[in-house]
């Protein structure tokens, strides 16, 4: 559970070192991932919270698969989620390693692999949970939620690609959005998980 808050932790500390240094920082300017490459120490903070985060998700992905599976879930559709959660979380941990200073087309494509492994398996846990004994509703469609909103973040991500004008600050707006929401679905998830065993 602890492990969770670590990108919350080191995105919240990138962002106040960012502003520190560079007071024009803004949820409509900025993508996280300009955070990797920011100045005063918010680059290092960042790109480590990245690397830690990508594997502590691994683990998260791990007890919930587990989770899934005693909850009598077909083993097939728990393995495809995890494998799209695995995908994502490598996508994590390499935007730090690569993180946009060097070769921004490595940067990009890992980071393609983290959104359209999240895209995946928040639609594909979501279906798991449907299916799912004594999960509730609203949990297993918090992830359809979730997933809307990556569709969202691609759909204007994608416009500002071919016209940087015409949707940028939304693309910048939309993932804090995204990234807000997908920390209340992992939480929510940890919970879950946590009180489940309480009941055991």
């Known amino acids: 559970m602890i492990g969770v ?15 520190l240094g560079d007071s024009s920082f803004s949820f409509f300017t900025h993508y996280l991932s300009h955070l990797g490459i920011g100045p005063n120490g918010s680059n290092i903070v960042f790109n480590l919270g990245c690397m830690v985060s990508g594997i502590v ?3 998260f992905f791990l007890n919930l698969s587990v989770f899934l ?3 009598e879930v077909p083993r097939i559709l728990v393995n495809l989620s995890f494998i799209a ?10 935007i ?3 993180p946009g200073d060097g070769s921004q087309d490595i940067h990009n494509f890992f980071a393609s692999l983290f959104f ?25 469609l918090s992830g359809f939620v979730v997933a809307f909103f990556f569709i969202v973040f691609l759909f204007f991500t994608t416009i500002n690609y071919f016209n940087p004008e015409l949707a940028l600050e939304l693309s910048h707006f939309s993932e804090w959005i995204l990234f ?3 920390i209340f679905w992992i939480i ?3 919970v879950s998980m946590i009180r489940d065993k309480k009941l055991m």
Do not use: D, N, R
């Not at 995105?11 to 960012?18: D, G, K, M, T």
């Open 85 to 94: 959660g695995f995908i994502s979380s490598i996508g994590i941990l390499m």
């Open 116 to 140: 359209l492994g999240g895209l995946a398996y928040c639609i594909l846990y979501g279906i798991s949970e449907l299916k799912a004994k004594s999960i509730s509703k609203f949990q297993a």
């Open 57 to 59: 998700m691994v683990f």
């Open 188 to 190: 929510g998830h940890e």
């Open 5 to 19: 808050f670590i990108p919350i932790f080191t995105i919240a500390l990138s962002v106040y070192l960012y502003i």
């Open 180 to 182: 807000s929401l997908l």
């Open 96 to 98: 730090g390693v690569f």
């Open 69 to 71: 599976i005693k909850k």
